[in-house]
């Protein structure tokens, strides 16, 4: 019943950004913490950052200063803007709400960042 699209990855260069866009349906979208997940190539799924209901933040130590994670209620969507892009930071980026204890996910979106 809930479903979450995420979009905007793509190829860029080392410095470069970019900007992901999670929208939600199934779900009172405003009641819920989202977050952003990111899994490199074999490596374990790591939190990049949440944003509460009233727009509260919190980030990874590596990615603070660079990336900024945001809501738009009336839209349902949750944003990751991603800014000086290092290629370690290439992976999967996955968009996740918390539902009464449960985490639900979308089906990621490719970010590669090359030098």
């Known amino acids: 019943q809930v479903r979450l699209v995420e979009s905007g990855g793509g190829l860029v260069q080392a410095g470069g950004s970019l900007r992901l866009s999670c929208v939600v349906s199934?779900?009172?979208?405003?009641?819920?913490?989202m977050g952003w997940y990111r899994q490199a190539p074999g490596s374990q799924r790591d939190l990049v950052g949440t944003i509460s209901p009233s727009g509260r933040t919190n980030y990874a130590d590596s990615v603070k200063g660079r990336f900024t994670i945001s809501r738009d209620n009336a839209k349902n969507t949750v944003y990751l803007q991603m800014n000086s892009l290092k290629p370690e930071e290439t992976g999967v980026y996955y968009c996740?709400?918390?539902?009464?204890?449960?985490?639900?996910w979308g089906q990621g979106t490719q970010v590669t960042v090359s030098s």
């Open positions: 199934g779900s009172i979208f405003d009641w819920f913490v």
């Open positions: 996740t709400q918390k539902v009464g204890g449960r985490d639900y």
